[in-house]
């Protein structure tokens, strides 16, 4: 392949050939082995610095060169990418500026068809039709919408207490949806299952290397935005830990090819329930990363991962980039949700909100200087799960088709 000398595995470093391997190093499993992509830096970062110049881009395809597909008529035809970047310096004098990244505009409103794009097109490329995933939600939409617009069967595997307008998409796309009666991490284990014995192509979270790059190219996209002076700190949630991967290595390359001088530190955010990786890597001082799970609890559906498959990989990049975890509760989650939507007009579902807890959580504990800039990263819309933004507003004033009714509600809220 075009610019790609091999994918290499993350925890014993064994290389394999660019072909020769669709999901994780047979030696170390399938989550300690999860594959990075590794590219010719000289030859791709040339390409990337011809290819970027001029206007931004309004499609992930404007960063092919650091991108694993070698024809781009594989992609999925829908514009995926060139999302808004929105400032909300105003928030805070505690930093100097704040950007939102709001990937709800996505086409199945996630940012998780970044990485569909690039699943999609590695099935294409290999002549399969038929393509899986287990999700608690958003991949899941993902693959169903992207793989209906490429002509592809589509397998979803969710536990059966993902929101219903998320099932509702999946439906709406013509997936065969199996809700299975679990959590995400046994419906996960069962679509590895299923996909091994059917033989379908399989896009579950972390299992094929190209999803990270997928999801790397948010972080292209937000420093190609600020003209590549991205902020110092970026926020994002986190639950297989695979977009914070994706944005810790993004960061990197751009710094390795010269696009940046520094990468921005990047601050993963986990529901309080479903902190696997934030523990792990509290404990964490380099080397060989220990995997550990636990039962997740958290309104956050996107983000309640007891089991993270791309456990090694988001502490691993995040420890060498100088980032961190942090936590933030069910309740700073919902003040987060409904104080973005007020003060910024973005509305994000609960484990895309949790990204903007998260700042507002470092902000009240005194973490930065004043002249830092800040980034947040919004993954999801909060259209995908709507009970759960109710929480945080008050009912509609039910009231008579009468003015006087609204002077009595009018005169009753001063």
Request: proline share 5%.
């Amino acid at each position: 392949m075009k610019n790609i000398t091999g994918l290499r595995c993350v925890s014993c470093g064994k290389v394999y050939g660019p072909e020769e391997l669709d999901y994780t190093c047979p030696d170390c499993g399938p989550r300690k082995g999860t594959l990075e992509v590794v590219y010719d830096y000289e030859s791709s970062g040339k390409e990337f610095r011809e290819k970027v110049k001029g206007s931004f881009a309004e499609d992930i395809k404007n960063y092919s060169p650091l991108l694993p597909i070698d024809n781009l008529e594989n992609l999925p035809p829908l514009e995926v990418g060139g999302t808004p970047l929105y400032p909300f310096h105003e928030l805070t004098d505690k930093v100097n500026e704040v950007w939102i990244k709001d990937d709800s505009g996505n086409p199945t409103a996630s940012y998780k068809d970044r990485a569909t794009m690039l699943a999609v097109a590695a099935a294409r490329e290999k002549g399969i039709d038929t393509i899986t995933c287990a999700s608690t939600g958003n991949a899941a939409s993902s693959l169903a919408g992207l793989g209906a617009a490429s002509g592809m069967e589509t397998i979803i595997f969710v536990p059966k207490s993902a929101p219903e307008a998320k099932i509702t998409q999946l439906l709406v796309y013509g997936a065969n949806v199996f809700a299975v009666d679990a959590s995400y991490d046994e419906a996960y284990d069962l679509a590895l299952k299923a996909a091994e014995k059917y033989g379908w192509y399989n896009r579950s979270a972390a299992i094929h290397p190209y999803l990270v790059e997928g999801k790397k190219t948010g972080g292209l996209e937000m420093a190609d935005q600020l003209d590549w002076e991205p902020p110092d700190r970026v926020f994002v949630s986190v639950g297989d830990g695979s977009i914070v991967s994706g944005l810790s290595k993004g960061f990197k390359e751009l710094t390795r090819i010269g696009m940046i001088d520094d990468p921005p530190k990047v601050i993963g955010v986990q529901a309080e329930g479903a902190d696997t990786i934030a523990s792990t890597f509290a404990d964490y001082t380099g080397g060989d990363v220990e995997l550990q799970e636990q039962k997740a609890s958290t309104m956050a559906d996107s983000i309640a991962v007891g089991k993270p498959r791309d456990l090694v990989k988001a502490v691993k990049y995040v420890y060498e980039n100088g980032g961190e975890y942090m936590t933030v509760s069910d309740a700073e989650i919902t003040s987060g949700l409904t104080e973005l939507a007020q003060k910024r007009g973005v509305f994000a579902e609960p484990a895309a909100a949790a990204a903007y807890a998260g700042f507002k959580k470092a902000l009240s504990e005194g973490k930065f200087n004043g002249d830092e800039s800040v980034g947040v990263f919004i993954t999801g819309s909060g259209l995908k799960d709507v009970d759960a933004a109710k929480k945080g507003v008050n009912d509609p004033k039910e009231i008579p088709p009468e003015l006087s009714a609204v002077d009595r509600v009018l005169q009753q809220s001063h």
